[in-house]
Each structure stands twice: as structure tokens, then as C-alpha cells.
């Protein structure tokens, strides 16, 4: 998406005008909107050295908000292809606390469900395509399942369509980059406290100081804990701490040191069984394929077994050096830890327990840890070849990643000796709480089992040497063209501890170039038409032990196969309308896997399958006058699964929708600013029908939700800000797993925070 304007606005009665976030097809950012006077005006620079102007009184800031990576070589107005900015007061305004809250403003995103074998955490859907594997800290790959948090985020830059070129392995319909926060070259404190329904407690400290004329630390701290609204028992804690360090903050040389902590206690959540449809017994040919219509606060977990516990622990050392006036060479080394263990309760069906008013508790769980080290180099510049400009970027990166993925032996009365899951085959089902009731299920129910970790974890391991090399060149004022590619050496390895004979060693070593290719008209300045092409290439083993799908851990099967390779074509324009305060954008593309992985028999993967998507963006955020903003999207998609290769059973597939994709997306964000001390707002989150299998007899329906919020400027120091989310406490489901379960989203909730800024 297009750049768009950022305006904050401060009067002589000081007022922070609480504005912005919603787009679920547009690349985003906010604004700030304020009634202004028309008094002389001035020029001023803000504490970041950017120029601003001041009107006696009121100070407006006028800037553009773009994708941080320095593989963008042009401002994304002139970049062709769709990007998506997330900024920090999309996340203040919409009161989003954890990365999936935030990516609900996207287009054309969804959330897969986890389970045992695929790890609970961030899953998000780019165009249909999995990019759990494709999530970005800086830059960095973001290795490791997790549960991420707003309080060190910045902003948040997704990149959509197959992007290898960008971010390497993976990336078969995008990526996300959070950007984290860093030291400014300001004093700032600002101190967040926030009380709510469902004993909603959050503050958050983010001070900023200068030690000296060319020091800055920052400071970033949260403290977090809740009940999920509308349901039974379901609750959780975390805490999080960012220290960071810059060095040389105005020179030509800059070292960042900087910290990450985040750990999270929860009881997760079991969500709601699955109405069939049923294939054999007595009710084959029956169910709806939906969550069954039971209470949204029943919760089928035990309370006295049941808990997830994550950790991330990650330390980056930054320098960056400017030199021959527009040159920038930055290398970045990183090491991280990261951990994810849970036992949680699956409301199982697979013995048709449901119509009979009963589900059975089956126990998922996991222990994964994983060590990651990086180091990576950028040289970013500017040149000229007589009349041409080129602005390049050019680096390199080498990465280790290891994840030992473990267990726990789950006994679980009534044991051994009584066969399946069936709740009526015997008492001892019920009597030792094995199985509940459908609708009236008893969370505190005795746990009378055992669980010891298994202690013989799956050893994953995987090395990436990479280089890639962009350029964005200038032929004149309306021609540019964008060139990219990118060179991945990559190798995994599992080591999976069965029986000692029996011990498999997996090996997948793949070398490939992806590449990205653009060409932008201009008709006028703050206009660009635009058509791209991009590749990317998801090999063996992606995910490095935490994967299903499409981001399959490696196995016999799939050791031996070169990359599924996917292409991307797409047309687009962008536009800066209304003396550059309102951005509209549109989109029309083709993704497209021609090799896809699938079975050509029991035993047997080949590249052999073809899927496609094809789809629409369109969207509008800005300032309509000084005082109103909108900011909204629409995003069609028609995935479709046109080859599932030779073997009959999936074959009959052909056609079908893709699983844990939306074919429509909407939403709008609009606030007002009703007085200079008060802005309200609010939004409406439309989503489409979502399937949960390939065979898309399982699924989740569509909903409309609708938030509402606004801010106060009490003082100069002081802000409150009330945000009331599912406002009409629909109940509606944000997943669906493959067989079991959907997991049904919060209900209506409130909160008021109190925000200082010193």
C-alpha cells in the first residue's frame, strides 16, 4: 500500500486527539486530527530532526509512514507491491495488546488453530498461504512459536505476495516485520494504566532519555493479566521487559544494544466441538460442519491440569555506519531463546461422542525450545549511471536455528485396557472426568491422571546462507523500475529419537534464487501505477519443527523434495490525494503454486499439485477534513486448490476452497474529533466464511464486529481513553482446526485507560 499521511496535532489547550486503525485492505497509517486556525505559519523541527510546521499554537507534523526494511529502496508510493504499515497509534487507539489483535486491521489475513502436533501460537493466513514461519523482529526471522505482545512494537510492516526475495525461505503469500522500539533523540515518559471487565489490568512504562548530546536509552516495561470475555474459567498473565542502548545517536556511526523479555502464564482455551458431519455409526450422514450451538462460555478444559507457559529471551547488537553521503552499511547480530509448553484439553469428537451430549477431554501438549543466532549485513545507497538514479540495497546474512521439540506421557483414567474415546464404552469415562457433559461441562472437575515429560525431544537444525541484492532505478520523473533477487544456501536436519533401532535421521539441503521484478508510471508526483511479478520458494522443513501444511516438519516423505516454488502477478495503483492527506490504493493479483507438495499414494509425496489464488484490494485511510479520519479496506480472495494431485481421495478435492482462508474481508475505523478535548470513534471487522479442511465440510460462519472508543485530553499530561470492543457481544469464531475444534473469540468487553505523558 501507498505511503500515507501522519498528522498529530497539538493546540494551545494541549490535546492528544485519539484517531485512527482499521484496515483490512489497506496499508495503513493513522491520523492524528485536530481543528485548526489558519494563523502565520512557520517552520520548526521536531525532536527527531524531521520538519514540521508550527501555527501559533498548533504545532501539525505532516510525515510518511513506511516500511522499515532496507530492502525497500523507495518510498512505498513507488513501490510495486502491496505493503500494509501497521503504526503504533493503530495499536494505541484500537487498545491491541498482542500481535493477532493488531493484524485484525489487515486485509486478507486469518488465523490458523493449533493443536499438539502444530504448536498453539501465532499462525496468521497471508492470501491463504501459512506465515507462521514468516514472522520478522527487525528484520529477523522470528524463529520459535510464540504469542507475541504490543508493548516494544512500534509499527508493523506486512509484505504481501510471495516475497523470498525479501525475507527468504517461505513467504508463499507474505510476511510480517514488527518493528520494535528504540531510543529517540528526545525525553519522554509515558506511563499507561488500564482497569476492565474481566479483571483487565494492564500498565506499561515506555521512558526515553538522552545521557549525553549523542546517548539515548529507552526503557520498555508491561505487566499484563485478564479473563477472556464471555468465557468460563479461560485467564491469563505475562510480563515483558525491553531495555535498549544507542550510541553515536546523531553521528555517522550508531551501536544499538538492545534486550527483549517476554513471559506468558494462561489457561488455554478449548474452544467449542465441531457438529460433524459424521461419516459412520449410527449419525453418519449428519451434522452441520459448524461449531455446535451450545453456551459460548462452556469450556471443555480441566482447570486443574491444563496450562500454557511461553518465554522469549532475545539480545541484538546493532551498528551502522553512514559514509559517502548517502551510503549506509548495518550489520546485526542476534541470539534468542524461546520456549512454548502446554498441556491443554481438546474437545474431541472423533468417536461421535457429541450427539450423544458428551465430549471427550483429549490431551494435547508440547515442549518446544528454540536457540537462534544471526548475523546479518546491509549496505544501502545511492548512485547515479549519467541520467539514471539507482538506489540500492545489497547484504548478506548467516543463520543458525535449533528447536527440540518434546513432550509429556499424558496418562489419563480411566488407562489402559478400555479402547477409543467413547464416552458411552464405559462408566469409568464419566465417573474419572475423562469425558464432560456438551452442555453443562464442569471446568473444575478433578484431574486424576499423571503427565512426566517424555525427555526424548525431536532435534531440529537448520542453517541458511543468504545473499540478495535490490535496486530501484529512476529513469525520470514518471519511469522507475525495481529490481531484486536473493541466493538461499539452506540446509535442515532432523534427528527423531523413536525406538533406538529405529532412530531416523532426515536431510534436506536445497540451494535457490527467488526473485522480484517491478516497473512504476507516475503521472503525476503523488500518484504511481504499478504491475510486479515476485517468486518465493518454501522448501522441505521449513519451519523447523513447528509446522504443518504447507510448513510441514520434514519427514521420510519430504526429505528428498526440492522447494514448492510460488509466483506472484500483480497490477496496482496508489494515490496521495487531498493535498496528500488521504491515501487510496487498489490491488489485482495472481499467487500461484505450480509444484505443490501433495500424495500420489500412501506412501509417497511428490510436486505434483497446482494452487491458486486470485484476488482485489482496495482501500482509503486519511483525514476526509481536520477533524474526521477514516481509515478502511475490502479484500477479495478465490482461493482455490485447482490440482490435489493424482490420488483419488484427493483429487475429489479439485476446486475446493483453501482451508483457514476468508474469500471476503472487510473493515472501517472512522474517528471524530466531536471538541478539542474529545474524539470518538468507532469500527465494524466483517469476515467471511472460513473453512477448516480441504474437504470444506468443516467451517466457521462469517460475522460482523464492532468496536467503539474514545479519548478525553484531560490535561497536558493526562488522557483517558474508554474502548469498548464487540460492542453487540456477538459470538463469532477467529479459528477452526482441521477436525475438532473452533476457538470462539472474546465477547463484549471494556476498558478505560489512564495515559501519561511527561
Known amino acids: 500500500m501507498s505511503s500515507n499521511a501522519f498528522v498529530t496535532s497539538t493546540a494551545a489547550t494541549p490535546r492528544r486527539l485519539v484517531a485512527s486503525a482499521l484496515g483490512l485492505v489497506l496499508a495503513t497509517s493513522a491520523a492524528h486530527a485536530a481543528d485548526v486556525t489558519e494563523p502565520q505559519q512557520k517552520t520548526d523541527k521536531d525532536a527527531n530532526g524531521q520538519s514540521a510546521a508550527t501555527l501559533e499554537g498548533v504545532k501539525v507534523q505532516s510525515t510518511v509512514v513506511n516500511a522499515t526494511s532496507p530492502k525497500f529502496t523507495a518510498p512505498l508510493l513507488d513501490t510495486p507491491r502491496a505493503v500494509t504499515v501497521v503504526p503504533q497509534i493503530v495499536l494505541q487507539t484500537t487498545a491491541s495488546t498482542t500481535l493477532a489483535e493488531a493484524l485484525r486491521t489487515v486485509p486478507g489475513i486469518t488465523f490458523g488453530a493449533g493443536e499438539g502436533g502444530n504448536a498453539i501460537g501465532d499462525r496468521p493466513f497471508i492470501r491463504g498461504f501459512d506465515a507462521g514461519s514468516d514472522i520478522f523482529i527487525d528484520g529477523i526471522r522470528d ?95 505475562r510480563f515483558g521487559i525491553a531495555p535498549s542502548i544507542t550510541f553515536g545517536l546523531k553521528t555517522d556511526t550508531r551501536v544499538t544494544l538492545d534486550y527483549y523479555h517476554l513471559n506468558t502464564n494462561e489457561l488455554p482455551d478449548s474452544g467449542i466441538p465441531i457438529d460433524g458431519p459424521y461419516t459412520t455409526g449410527p449419525f453418519a450422514g449428519t451434522g452441520t460442519g459448524r461449531p455446535v450451538n451450545v453456551n459460548r462460555n462452556n469450556y471443555y478444559g480441566l482447570v486443574n491440569r491444563d496450562f500454557r507457559k511461553t518465554k522469549a529471551d532475545i539480545g541484538t547488537v546493532r551498528f551502522e555506519h553512514d559514509f559517502a553521503n548517502e551510503w549506509t552499511i548495518r550489520n546485526t547480530s542476534r541470539y534468542g531463546k524461546t520456549s512454548n509448553n502446554y498441556i491443554w484439553s481438546n474437545p474431541d469428537d ?73 464416552c458411552l ?144 502477478l500483480e497490477v496496482g495503483t496508489k494515490w496521495d490525494v487531498m493535498d496528500n492527506r488521504l491515501s487510496l490504493t487498489a490491488a489485482v493479483f495472481q499467487s500461484k503454486i505450480t509444484n505443490a507438495r501433495v500424495s500420489i499414494d500412501a506412501t509417497t509425496t511428490a510436486l505434483a499439485g497446482t494452487k491458486k489464488v486470485n484476488g482485489i484490494e482496495i482501500g482509503a485511510t486519511g483525514n476526509i477534513t481536520d477533524k474526521w479520519m477514516v481509515f478502511g479496506g475490502y479484500t477479495h480472495l478465490d482461493p482455490k486448490l485447482t490440482d490435489n494431485g493424482p490420488l483419488a481421495a484427493n483429487a475429489a478435492y479439485n476446486g475446493n476452497q483453501f482451508p483457514n482462508t476468508a474469500k471476503n474481508s472487510a473493515s472501517l475505523w472512522t474517528t471524530y474529533a466531536i471538541l478539542p478535548e474529545l474524539t470518538v470513534g468507532g469500527g465494524a471487522f466483517y469476515m467471511d466464511k472460513v473453512f477448516g479442511n480441504v474437504q470444506n465440510t468443516k467451517y466457521v460462519p462469517g460475522y460482523t464486529r464492532f468496536d467503539l472508543m474514545a479519548s478525553w485530553q484531560v490535561s497536558k499530561e493526562l488522557n483517558l481513553q474508554l474502548n469498548v470492543q464487540n460492542l453487540t457481544n456477538k459470538t463469532y469464531y477467529d479459528k477452526i482446526f482441521t477436525t475438532h475444534y473452533a476457538s470462539i473469540a472474546p465477547g463484549r468487553s471494556a476498558l478505560i485507560s489512564a495515559n501519561f505523558h511527561f
Open 350 to 422: 472423533s468417536s461421535g461422542n457429541v450427539p450423544y451430549g458428551y465430549v471427550y477431554r483429549s490431551s494435547k501438549n508440547r515442549i518446544a525450545d528454540t536457540r537462534t543466532a544471526v548475523n546479518q549485513t546491509d549496505l544501502t545507497g545511492e548512485f547515479m549511471t549519467g541520467s539514471i538514479k539507482h538506489n540500492f540495497s545489497t547484504g548478506l546474512e548467516f543463520s543458525l536455528e535449533k528447536t527440540a521439540v518434546d513432550g509429556y506421557n499424558v496418562v489419563q483414567p480411566p488407562g489402559p485396557g478400555i479402547a477409543g474415546r467413547n
Open 425 to 568: 464404552a464405559s462408566p469409568l469415562f464419566l465417573s474419572d472426568y475423562a469425558c464432560t457433559s456438551l452442555y453443562n461441562p464442569n471446568p473444575n472437575d478433578p484431574w486424576l491422571g499423571t503427565y512426566t515429560r517424555r525427555n526424548t525431544p525431536t532435534q531440529n537444525r537448520t542453517s541458511t546462507r543468504s545473499f540478495w541484492a535490490f535496486d530501484t532505478i529512476t529513469f525520470n520523473d514518471q519511469w522507475l523500475a525495481n529490481l531484486g533477487a536473493r541466493y538461499d544456501d539452506y540446509l535442515t536436519k532432523v534427528y527423531v529419537p523413536t525406538a533406538v533401532a529405529n532412530a531416523q535421521h532426515l536431510r534436506n539441503q536445497s540451494d535457490f534464487w527467488t526473485w522480484q521484478a517491478g516497473v512504476v508510471f507516475k503521472p503525476v508526483s503523488n500518484g504511481s501505477i504499478y504491475a510486479s511479478w515476485g517468486t518465493s520458494a518454501n522448501p522441505s522443513g521449513v519451519s523447523n519443527g513447528e509446522g504443518i501444511g504447507d510448513n510441514a516438519n520434514l519427514s521420510v516423505a519430504t526429505q528428498d523434495l526440492a522447494p514448492q516454488k510460488s509466483k506472484n
Open 143 to 237: 524463529t520459535g512459536t510464540q504469542s507475541r505482545e504490543t508493548f516494544d512494537i512500534e509499527q508493523i510492516d506486512v509484505i504481501k505476495g510471495p516475497s523470498s526475495a525479501y525475507t527468504g525461505r517461505g513467504s508463499a503469500g507474505g510476511s510480517v516485520n514488527i518493528v520494535s522500539k528504540a531510543p529517540k533523540a528526545a525525553n519522554f515518559t509515558d506511563v499507561s494504566v488500564g482497569v476492565g471487565t474481566d479483571n483487565y489490568k494492564r500498565g506499561t512504562f515506555d521512558g526515553n532519555y538522552m545521557l549525553n548530546d549523542n546517548t539515548a536509552a529507552r526503557l520498555n516495561v508491561m505487566a499484563h493479566k485478564n479473563d477472556a470475555p464471555g468465557r468460563d474459567a479461560v485467564n491469563g498473565k
